[in-house]
């Protein structure tokens, strides 16, 4: 018997995995995928979430896979340009955007060292349920080529398995919040762009660059919803005619550069908090949590679920009373920390004009302080209700009376 079984291996489920078994408890982790492989993603992981692969002593190893560091941002809407840096976290004031397949092999390799059971190529088709108490998740049947059907029992199931989570769904998970899909993304890599983080936003359209590995650049773009039919069927040229409109000087350094890979994309970016834990079990990741990628806050909040996680867990996981209230916390813990970027979020992938924020970010622009402040705001370094200062307000109110 384990003490947990978590379901899924990648950003989520990886660093849960590694911590619990560093507390000392017995852990098996699955993925249905062979390692390494690569998955839809942004990439970027904003400086919280680097504070915490420092923190759990992988940072070195992302490093050393020549992905560089971003240590400057660049955003431009209408007339106006920010250019600067989140805050530090913990020290740190880089980000980064590794390639996924060295992200999450590199995660999962932390989790084995830490003393984890990882079983690759292993899907779950069912949960088990203590047969003294039928509401407490007690294991997974499992199923594999190389093993069959098998059962399993732990004392915690972490379904860490995606938005379309099969833990979620064996569990009838309800949602707690939930949203309309309200943009889609396509993305693909180029050669020979400056290597810099890039975020151009315009009505109805959004496009940003992402630095990765090996001298590529992450170009995604950004449309509204009602435009994914059309976009689905010229993925490619709906890129480009968006880069076109939204940032002309991208799309000329592109023409000048190389596209190394096909174009990636989806239409479907939910946006949802499932009930996070019960007796048993708990949701971590875009399992439990999943919005619009268009801030890139799916990697960091992936890695603070699963910090979160263990540290409410704690000691206390062989005990049931004391893991039961330990996962009731976590899941008020989760939603109150993720609720407010969640919110901002959909209004960012909206597209829609927003005439107060180019109103704000005009006054922004004219300090290098402010501007830092912006960007640990998108980090997540800042938290957004305590951006608005009263030296903003001052800027807004000294602007509004110099105009005509």
Known sequence: MYDVIV?????????????????????????????????????????????????????????????????????????????????????????????RHLLDTLLMEAAVSAGVEFRENCSVHDLVLDPDDGDR????????GARGAITERSR????????RSTVADRLRAPMEIEDPTVSCAYYSYW???PQRFRLYERPGGWVGTVPTNDGAT?????????????????????LLDNVARTAPDLREEMAAGRRLERV????????????????????????????DSITARGITDAFIQAQLLADHIGDGLRNPTRLD??????????????????????KTARLAPRPHELEMLRAVAT???????????????????????????????ERAGLEP
């Open 367 to 397: 300090s290098p302080e402010l501007t830092d402040r912006y960007f640990s705001t998108l980090s997540g370094v800042c938290p957004i209700d305590e951006f608005v200062t009263p030296e903003l307000l001052d800027l807004m109110d």
């Open 191 to 193: 050669s020979d762009l």
């Open 7 to 99: 379901v899924g291996a990648r950003c989520a489920g990886s660093p849960a995995a590694m911590l619990l078994a560093r507390a000392g408890y017995r852990v098996l982790m699955v993925d249905r995928a062979r390692f390494p492989r690569d998955t839809l993603s942004t990439l970027y992981i904003h400086q919280p979430g680097v504070a915490l692969l420092h923190r759990w002593g992988v940072l070195p190893r992302i490093v050393e896979t020549g992905c560089p560091p971003i240590d400057k941002a660049r955003f431009s809407l209408a007339d106006v340009t920010l250019e600067g840096c989140s805050w530090p976290a913990d020290g740190l004031r880089a980000a980064y955007g590794p390639r």
């Open 137 to 144: 998740v007690a294991g997974v049947r499992l199923g594999s």
């Open 325 to 346: 209230t330990a996962l009731e916390r976590f899941a008020a813990a989760r939603t109150e920390l993720l609720l407010p970027d969640y919110r901002s979020t959909l």
């Open 264 to 291: 990636y994309g989806t239409g479907d970016q939910r946006n949802f908090f499932r009930r996070a834990a019960g007796p048993g079990w708990a949701l971590i990741g875009d399992a439990g949590h999943h919005k």
């Open 156 to 163: 915690l199931v972490i379904g860490a398995d995606g938005m």
């Open 218 to 238: 992450l170009v995604a773009g950004y449309l509204p919803q009602e435009r994914f039919g059309a976009a689905r069927s010229d993925a490619l040229g709906a």
